[in-house]
């Protein structure tokens, strides 16, 4: 009897432990998922550091730009373009605008794009 007892525990144990183990897979493939994503995402965080580092002398802290002809992406001046416009110009740079082609990866420039966006 005792012996039953403790197969048939045992039995229940390996099926409680097969759950979790089960439960535990689905939990890392979403996560997996999850992560996977973001790859593909752009960051606004990375975009945030980026901007700190190269664009904000011009366009300054928050989008208030601080040299003049620059546009303020705190009032909204320039993001309406398509993000494909604003990678271009970032690109190729323009007048006082330094290019950033070889500086900047394309991944960086829409980081930074989807940063810009969150200002105004
Ligand atoms: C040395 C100063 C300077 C730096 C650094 C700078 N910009 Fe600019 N930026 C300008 C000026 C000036 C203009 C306006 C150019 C013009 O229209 O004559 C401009 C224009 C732009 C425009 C509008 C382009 C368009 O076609 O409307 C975008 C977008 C932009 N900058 C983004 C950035 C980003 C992102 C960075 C950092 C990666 C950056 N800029 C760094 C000075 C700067």
Known sequence: MALLKMRIGKRVIEKISYALSVAATLAVAWLAAGFAGDVYAADNLRGRQLYAANCSICHGEGGRSVIPGAPNFGRGEAVLKP????????????????????ILS???????????????
């Open 106 to 120: 394309d991944r960086d420039i829409m980081d930074v794009i989807a940063y810009v966006r969150t200002l105004h």
């Open 83 to 102: 993000d494909m416009t604003l990678l271009a110009a970032i690109r190729s740079g323009k007048n006082a605008m330094p290019a950033f082609q070889g």
